[in-house]
């Protein structure tokens, strides 16, 4: 139990096109998702956190209107990222937030590499 | 606000022996929870452990061991009877709550990469 997935595994575009990236849970309902960056060799810096239902929490310095998060239902969070540009090519990776008796546990999806050519 | 710090950006051991991947962590929480994830080449996170700040016992699950020393705050993730399958690399975490409740966010360290030699 408790798989996340993510669509697509990688992508390659043209810079100026946006590229959509979906995260689901695929055995439970997650309220709560996360959006993760991750340059090569460096560690994990978090984007937002996606609540269903409601508009997603932007961390600082964090554009939200070239990455635009939605929350549509309880086991999907989809990740647009706007009008692409090289230096947005990374590993991009999400996490679902399981509640179990009260606790919180946070599961990785595989996540999504894009380059942007 | 919270932080974590891995002083090793990489680490060598030789297959069978084990090995200490160090993490210290600052907080002003009274309750936390401590995680270390595996991160292979293929780019999955791997959650190997975890360590609540109440526990009182030090958290074990196979072959990985969590040396967890409050004062110190110091939370170092020991591997056993290292694999060739364990190179990859490793990355501490804290969250806000000791799992009771949840804050949310997870801060990652910088990481530590593992290589095993045969």
């Known amino acids: 139990g408790a798989v996340v997935s993510q669509h697509p595994s990688w992508v390659i575009c043209k810079s100026g096109t946006s590229v959509k990236i979906e995260c689901r849970s695929l055995d439970f309902q997650a309220t709560t998702m996360f959006w993760y960056r991750q340059f090569p060799k460096q560690s994990l810096m978090l984007m937002a956190t996606?609540?269903?239902?409601?508009?997603?929490?932007?961390e600082q310095g964090v554009e939200k209107d070239k990455f635009l998060i939605n929350h549509a239902s309880l086991t999907l969070s989809t990740l647009t990222v706007t009008s692409a540009h090289p230096e947005d090519s990374s590993f991009y990776i999400c996490s679902a937030e399981m509640t179990t008796g009260g606790y919180y546990e946070q599961y990785f999806g595989p996540g999504t590499r894009l380059t942007v050519t | 606000a919270q932080k974590i710090t891995q002083t090793q950006p990489g680490m060598f051991v030789q297959e069978k022996e084990a090995v200490t991947l160090d993490c210290t962590y600052d907080t002003s929480d009274q309750s936390y929870g401590l995680f270390w994830y595996k991160q292979p080449s293929s780019g999955e996170m791997i959650f190997l452990i975890y360590q609540g700040s109440y526990d009182e016992q030090n958290a074990t699950e196979g072959r990985y061991s969590l040396n967890f020393q409050k004062a110190r705050k110091s939370a170092n993730l020991v591997i056993s009877a290292s694999q060739l399958g364990d190179s990859a690399m490793y990355f501490c975490a804290m969250r806000g709550g000791a799992g009771g409740t949840s804050y949310g966010k997870l801060t990652f360290g910088q990481g530590t990469i593992l290589t095993v030699h045969p």
């Open positions: 996606s609540n269903e239902g409601s508009k997603a929490t932007y």
